[in-house]
């Protein structure tokens, strides 16, 4: 089993950063990529960015390219997600992630954190 818990969501002035953090325990040594995910009222949840072991990453290109980065601290089994140039439309509640290497999919997830960005 591997547990999932997220920190520093909060409320920001539009235009703000805050920094969310993502720290994996349990049997991590399976793990492939970790990743966040975002679910605003009333909408589906969708992916914004995702690392793998080896540091590649991908992001959610439309939603948060060039303002969001997202990196690892594989020691400390944390996943990082650095939110700049925040927006209203960036308010949802933040998922973590993760993915083991015999999984095609993210099947661990953490409880959310929620991020609201004001006008």
């Known amino acids: 089993q591997v547990h999932l818990v997220e920190s520093g969501g909060g409320l920001v002035q539009a235009g703000g950063s805050l920094r969310l953090s993502c720290a994996a325990s349990?049997?991590?040594?399976?793990?492939?990529?970790m990743g966040w995910f975002r679910q605003a009222p009333g909408k589906e949840r969708e992916f914004v960015a995702d690392?793998?072991?080896?540091?590649?990453?991908?992001y959610n290109t439309d939603s948060v390219k060039g303002r969001f980065t997202i990196s690892s601290d594989n020691a400390k089994s944390t996943v990082y997600l650095q939110m700049n140039s925040l927006k209203p439309e960036d308010t949802a509640v933040y998922y973590c992630?993760?993915?083991?290497?015999?999984?095609?999919?993210?099947?661990?997830w953490g409880q959310g954190t929620q991020v609201t960005v004001s006008s």
């Open positions: 992630a993760l993915r083991r290497w015999s999984i095609s999919k993210y099947d661990y």
């Open positions: 349990g049997r991590t040594g399976s793990t492939y990529a």
């Open positions: 690392i793998t072991w080896s540091g590649s990453t991908s």
